[in-house]
């Protein structure tokens, strides 16, 4: 794929909806949006998008873009976030934003996420699980990604003058770290483990054992704690976490349900199926066109 011929891109608009409906539940006192430190027109209109669904609640939404010609006055973004008032949650063009947005409220005193909630965007791992707060992060749908990139690529090798066609793809869902989510706890143990749990249930096998160790504690004492602060055993929160994650991939149309249990943490499509039955009432596809039609 050269010469900008066939694009994919994200669709920015469905990804500020989202991030909008996801901070909204928090309940701040306000909420901002902060472009990419150079003015681009993705960031914009990630931008607009968000700032208007945010305004059509009824909220106050700052914003803080880049000038027209040139890059991000950094004093400036620290006094702007400074002044912003708190609670607030902050949506960030990606990733890279947030982590910089996450050093001003460190090196500001600001607590996160008590003062300020922050959610990126692109969900990349290097950044968002490798700083001290970890960072929750809109995940875009790579594989559906991958198929329209495929499917652009086919038509054009057979109609080399077809016309540049531009594909969107959406997102799989919010991954939330702790940069948005107030722990449960203040009991490392019980953290470790709902970490672990979110990371690790809907990409392979994961017991209780496993949870444990993560824990550093036995699995009798693991399970005691774990309820006590939850009130769901270990073995509950893995399987929600996995039936959460089948049920946000369901919503896209385009997906093809068979693949779905090597991307949520099911041994075979038959344990996915029976599982999800027996926690739902219904089949996957039965599920998907319920949802279609927004019952």
Sequence with gaps: ??????????????????????????????????????????????????????????????????????????VRARAWFTAL???????CANDTISESVLGICETAGMSV???????????????????KTP?????????????????????????????????TYGIIGVIRRTSTSRPH?????????????RERAAKG????????AAMDCSRRVAEMLFRETTGRTIRDEIAETRFQRVCTLLRNPKRRIGPLAQFC?????????IAFKKRAGLSMRAYRDREAKGN
């Design 85 to 91: 008032p708190k609670p607030c949650a902050i949506f």
């Design 265 to 273: 943490g099911y041994g075979t499509e038959t344990a996915l199926r």
């Design 135 to 167: 960072l929750s992060s809109l995940c875009p749908d790579f594989e559906q990604a991958g198929w329209l990139c495929a499917d652009l690529l086919e038509e054009r090798i057979r109609n080399p003058r077809l016309r540049k066609a531009l594909r």
């Design 1 to 74: 794929l050269k010469g900008g011929e066939v694009e994919a891109e994200v669709k920015k608009l469905e990804d500020s909806v989202n991030a909008a409906r996801e901070l909204l539940s928090a309940e701040p006192i306000s909420y901002a949006y902060a472009g990419y430190r150079i003015r681009t027109a993705w960031s914009d209109k990630r931008g607009d998008a968000f700032v208007a669904t945010i305004r059509l609640h009824g909220k106050p939404c700052a914003r803080l873009d880049a000038p027209p010609h040139g890059r991000m006055d950094p």
């Design 113 to 131: 996420p008590d003062d300020v909630a922050i959610l990126g965007s692109d969900n990349d791992a290097a950044i968002c699980e490798n700083e």
């Design 205 to 212: 096998p994961l017991s209780v054992d496993d949870v444990a």
């Design 185 to 197: 706890t203040g009991d490392p143990r019980v953290l470790a483990a709902l970490s672990l749990i």
